[in-house]
């Protein structure tokens, strides 16, 4: 199960409306429980168990805060509306270099093409180095080096054109 159809199905569980979903797999076990409208939170529980023989895969709990992130979008979306958004695929630290000692992937202004590292999250020690999907020009990077991120939160705005 890749981390798409894992994002797919925490979004899937979340429009539902079900309290709790629990799915096992060979190598992988994952619980979502959302909360109840009184809490408006949601919780999601992650847990990949990884033979020794395959190389370790991007796996995090994945807690989400929609709250905070919706009141925060509306005001950005309405002046960048042009722009597209790159969130993070995945909760962790961001950063903006591939080690401390060397340049930055992007600055703004930035010429980017699809499949072009534009930053690293930290996730339970594993470094995933994250990808455009697409091709322009950064326009903004909407997180600070070193900063913790949550899941689907805007990381750049790009300018396709």
């Known amino acids: 199960m890749d981390l798409k159809e894992i994002q797919s199905l925490i979004k899937f569980v979340a429009k539902s409306g079900a309290s709790e979903v629990s799915l096992e797999m060979e190598d992988v076990k ?18 990949q168990q ?12 994945a807690p989400s805060a929609p709250a905070a992130t919706e009141a925060a979008a509306p005001a950005a979306q309405e002046d960048d509306s042009k722009y597209i958004t790159i969130k993070s695929p995945i909760i962790g630290t961001f950063y903006r270099k591939p080690s401390p000692d060397k340049p930055v992937f992007v600055e703004v202004g930035s010429t980017i093409s ?6 690293v999250i930290e ?15 950064i326009v903004k990077v909407l997180v600070d ?11 750049f705005l790009v300018d396709p054109s």
């Open 123 to 137: 996730a339970m020690k594993l470094f995933n180095e994250i990808e455009s999907e697409v091709s322009g020009k």
């Open 30 to 47: 994952i619980t979502i429980k959302t909360a109840s409208d009184e809490k408006k939170g949601e919780t999601t529980t992650f847990v």
């Open 114 to 119: 699809q499949g072009d590292v534009l930053c």
């Open 145 to 155: 080096d070193s900063s913790p991120v949550e899941f689907d939160q805007p990381l």
């Open 50 to 61: 990884i033979p020794m023989a395959q190389a370790p895969a991007a796996a995090a709990p």
